[in-house]
């Protein structure tokens, strides 16, 4: 995965207040890119749209921490539970540190 092209996509398309919403960051020791996106505040339809570009703008496999919060993250987490947004998603779990991440591994596109 080129973190400069997941950058450059990122910062292309996505808003200005989306892109502060993205951190990304390379897990060396695993090899694999983590994305963390901050969905705290939307509603269940704009945190699926959102998470649906940011899989979309990555052709790489990556792993995703959604950060929907725990007291009003609720509506959220349970539609990501209950919800397989994107058919690129290989695993889902929820975190056992902090009940206010879900985390996600996406596939590449072959």
Same mark, same amino acid.
């Given at each position: ?8 996509? +990122? ?24 994305? +963390? ?19 979309? $703008? ?21 539609? $990501? ?5 994107? +058919? ?12 206010? $991440? ?9």
């Amino acid at each position: 995965m080129n973190i400069d092209t997941l950058n450059r996509n +990122y910062t292309q398309i996505l808003k200005p207040e989306e892109l502060k919403r993205v951190k990304i960051k390379i897990d060396n020791e695993k090899n694999e890119v983590l994305v +963390y996106a901050n969905v705290h505040d939307y509603s269940v339809r704009e945190a699926n749209a959102f998470l649906e570009r940011l899989i979309k $703008l990555s052709r790489d496999s990556l792993h995703l921490v959604v950060n929907h919060g725990f007291n009003r993250g609720h509506a959220i987490k349970d539609f $990501l539970s209950e919800t397989k947004i994107n +058919y690129r998603i290989v695993w889902q779990t929820k975190s056992r540190k902090n009940p206010g $991440l879900t985390h996600m591994g996406i596939r590449a596109i072959a």
